[in-house]
């Protein structure tokens, strides 16, 4: 499992099937993944309490669709913490934190609450 490059996580079919929120919590089992280029979620609860997830340097596109995060602070997601070579990024109906971004060079933001840019 070492050399996947793309994860992709729909959970609209598992809440379907169990009738609750599907969360996921676990980002340390994604840091050891250093082939990992690209994830997409959708439909998750993301839960970052408790933890300071480790950084994700091989990822460059992240693509995030109906997902709710959760941290200790009640903060919007700093997806440069976690995130810091990212090149692409597309954010639909999600609450994050786009700040100091550096690498960026595409960005799609679709049904977004107002975020933090700068």
Sequence with gaps: MHKLGVLAVDAEILQFLEGEQIQFSDFELLAG?????????EN??????????????????????????????DLPLELCDMFPNL?????TNCFVSIADLNHLR?????????M???
């Design 44 to 73: 998750l609860s993301i839960n970052l309490k408790g933890s300071k997830p480790r950084q994700l340097r091989s990822v460059k596109k992240l693509d995030i669709k109906s997902c709710s995060f959760m941290s200790d602070d």
């Design 106 to 114: 595409s960005l799609s933001l679709i049904d977004c609450c107002p």
């Design 33 to 41: 993944l250093s082939n990992l280029q690209r994830i997409r979620l």
């Design 116 to 118: 933090k840019l700068a």
């Design 87 to 91: 090149v692409l990024l597309t954010i």
